[in-house]
């Protein structure tokens, strides 16, 4: 048994207690109280899902086990010669809660290099597929064609404890998760590139791999490894979270939740908005000439826009209430390696124009800036400017929190989840509406 995997099970060994005490001997203490408003609005905000994965804090942003992004990115061991963690290090302690030692860190990175070989009929069905085919369709049909290398499936068709399921669970996750790199790589090359494909390097770590794969140079490497950092995890209840959760919790396998992670994923109201970002910021620069502009003359700008009745998009958050760290992550990088950058440059003044104005216009509760703000800026200087592909990489750094949280599902014995709906009639009642 590996070192991270003796760990899990000793962490879900002292932690089933506490889930069985709570659901046996506190079942009916209420928690939340629910509005129609919630009921009819998507459920937000309504406290019904349990991870200890990361947690979104109003102030300080995503906690990863606790710990800040900027604690993150400080205690966990780095990859040589780079600035930031191996991604290897972050799972690890997305599973235990524990910053890893370096030793450990190279564990988990060779338990990955030991799994990641995809094989060829993977590639053979992405060559299959039409050359115009959505990226993310591409990328959520591999991931499903290769169902049938499911650890868990073979366990569980031969008898097992549900206490154990965690168990082949957990090497469906790290035999997928090895091998997504590559599997999104060959996406990018087979696709954009004329099918030049670039063989994987059995010595680099997961950041570093994948940048090579992609054939970007320096720093790339540094930048996969923080955009799967960053966008790993985000609570439960997003919808490629949520989704992932809740086809696992069928005690559906690693394969069949995670596709069905990437297709919630996709939809434009969830990972595509980094691209449209981009997209209204090319917009801007093109109707400004390409002159970066003073913060007058941007102002005046975001002013014309919101007085349209438009908005202005990267702004603003359902729970944050200052500036997204992840954001504030990605512009420090873009501060030390690409300031000069006529992208960054723009993102730079609406970063010092629109919170302010957005605060005087009154209509957003969180004027500062998110995630997706800044993300789709650094992917396009380092000349990945296919805006489809984006979503891709999200799917990749996702699929870390997804799958460490899937893990600890099974390893606790969730429930299949299964809410109750009502009827316009019956909310209507409970309104107190009469016809």
């Known amino acids: 048994m590996s070192n991270l995997k003796e760990k899990l099970y000793h962490k879900i060994e002292e932690w089933r207690p506490r889930t069985v005490r709570l659901a046996k001997d506190y079942g009916d203490v209420v928690v939340d109280k629910v509005t129609i408003s919630q009921i009819i609005g998507g459920m937000r905000g309504i406290k019904s899902l349990t991870t200890d994965i990361s947690y979104l804090d109003p102030v300080e942003g995503i906690r990863f086990r606790g710990f800040t992004i900027p604690e ?10 780079g600035e930031m963690p191996y991604v290897e290090g972050f799972f690890y302690l997305l599973l235990t809660g524990e910053v890893p030692t370096t030793e450990e860190v190279n564990d988990v990175a060779e338990e990955f290099n030991k799994r990641k070989m995809v ?12 050359k115009d085919s959505h990226p993310m369709a591409m990328f959520s049909a591999a991931i499903v064609a290769m169902q049938k290398e499911s650890v868990f499936v073979q366990k569980y068709n031969e008898g097992m404890s549900k206490f154990d399921y965690w168990d082949p669970t957990y090497e469906d996750a790290l035999n997928l998760l090895a091998k997504l790199p590559q599997i999104a790589a060959f996406i990018y090359r087979h ?3 004329d099918g030049d494909i ?3 390097d059995p010595k680099l770590d997961m950041g570093g791999n994948f940048a090579h794969m992609m054939g970007i140079n320096k720093p790339y490497d540094d930048v996969a490894r923080l955009y799967f950092i960053l966008h790993s995890d985000h609570e439960s209840g997003n919808v490629s979270a949520h989704t992932g959760h809740l086809v ?20 434009p109201l969830h990972g595509l908005a980094n691209q449209e970002v981009l997209r209204w910021i090319q917009g801007v620069m093109d109707s400004m000439g390409g002159k970066v502009p003073s913060e007058e003359e941007m102002k005046k700008f975001v002013w014309d826009t919101l007085n349209s009745g438009q908005v ?10 200052k500036t997204d760290p992840r954001y504030a992550a990605q512009r420090d990088f873009c501060l030390k390696h690409l300031p000069n950058d006529p992208i960054f440059e723009y993102v730079n003044v609406l ?14 509760k969180n004027p500062w800036p ?22 891709v990489l999200f799917g990749v750094g996702r699929a870390l929190g997804v799958c460490a949280n899937i893990i600890w599902d099974r390893g606790l014995g969730y429930a299949l989840e299964r809410p109750k709906s009502l009827t316009t009639d019956m909310l209507e009642k409970v309104a107190g509406i009469q016809e």
Request: glycine share 8%.
């Open 72 to 81: 993150v990115l400080e205690k966990l061991p780095k990859v040589p010669g």
């Open 119 to 130: 094989p060829e009929y993977v590639f053979d069905v992405l060559r299959a597929m039409p």
């Open 312 to 321: 202005v998009p990267g702004f603003g958050h359902a729970v944050l209430r």
């Open 198 to 200: 670039i063989a994987p």
């Open 191 to 193: 696709k954009y590139k």
């Open 370 to 391: 998110n995630v997706d703000a800044q993300s789709g800026v650094i992917q396009w200087h380092y000349g990945l400017t296919e805006y489809d592909y984006y979503t």
């Open 351 to 364: 970063y010092n124009v629109v919170p302010p104005i957005l605060q005087q216009h009154g209509k957003a």
């Open 248 to 267: 696992a919790s069928a005690l559906s396998d690693m394969y069949y939740a995670i596709s069905a992670m990437l297709n919630g994923l996709a939809g």
